[in-house]
């Protein structure tokens, strides 16, 4: 089956500073990835929407320039967190999808918890 | 804007109990509401569903679709322990990508 992983699993930063989490098609190439952010005890709300090659699209309320994603391969995205501050501690996921199987069909990878302390 | 409610927001349960969860949707060209279980890290995909009036199974889960209604409803009969998660249900948008929209989630305790 398909696989993705992110990378780190978990991530404690100080206040100020930027992450960068890394997130991976291992078996698949995908064509489009999606950045999740999730909140405890919340859903997943989906921050950006990224094709390989081009900028991401990011959603409504969502920093761009906070949150930089780069898709340069069709099997690596990153989002960076710039300038992190403790409000932006949350889980974050991507998800992947190939251009070739069901359009509605995704692959989340393992996530990514980060703390800014 | 794609809306996508589910009810309850959380229930516990006790070991053989049935359960049975709601997902409600508003959406402009519908395709497939898809469910995920959700437990300490990323939801895994459990069924997607197209059509109206069947039902899909896997072992003690079934989902079941409502086009006019506009729902569909999880069940999990015989409870374990293990069915603990969170249960969320999503919509594929018809923006570039088909971005999910999520539910917010049902929050499940099946105690011992």
């Known amino acids: 089956g398909a696989v993705v992983s992110q990378h780190p699993s978990r991530v404690i930063c100080k206040s100020g500073t930027s992450v960068k989490i890394e997130c991976r098609s291992l078996?698949?190439?995908?064509?489009?990835m999606f950045w999740y952010r999730q909140f405890p005890k919340q859903s997943l709300m989906l921050m950006a929407t990224?094709?390989?090659?081009?900028?991401?699209?990011?959603e409504q309320g969502v920093e761009k320039d906070k949150f930089l994603i780069n898709h340069a391969s069709l099997t690596l995205s990153t989002l960076t967190v710039t300038s992190a501050h403790p409000e932006d501690s949350s889980f974050y996921i991507c998800?992947?999808?190939?251009?070739?199987?069901?359009?509605?069909?995704?692959?989340f990878g393992p996530g990514t918890r980060l703390t800014v302390t | 804007e794609d809306k996508v409610v589910q009810s309850p927001l959380s229930l516990v349960v006790h070991e053989g109990d049935t359960v049975t969860l709601n997902c409600s949707y508003e959406?402009?060209?519908?395709?497939?509401l898809l469910w995920y279980k959700q437990e300490k890290k990323a939801p895994t995909f459990l069924f997607m569903l197209?059509?109206?009036?069947i039902e899909k199974k896997s072992g003690r889960l079934s989902s079941i679709l409502d086009k006019k209604e506009l729902f569909s409803i999880l069940n999990i009969t015989a409870t374990q322990t293990g069915d603990s998660a969170i249960y969320l249900c999503?919509?594929?948008?018809?923006?570039?990508?088909?971005?999910?929209?999520f539910g917010g989630g049902t929050r499940v305790l099946v105690k011992p």
């Open positions: 998800s992947a999808r190939s251009g070739t199987g069901d359009p509605y069909e995704q692959y």
């Open positions: 078996d698949f190439q995908a064509t489009t």
């Open positions: 990224s094709n390989e090659g081009s900028k991401a699209t990011y």
């Open positions: 959406v402009t060209n519908f395709r497939s």
């Open positions: 197209t059509s109206s009036g």
């Open positions: 999503a919509v594929p948008g018809r923006a570039a990508g088909n971005k999910l929209t």
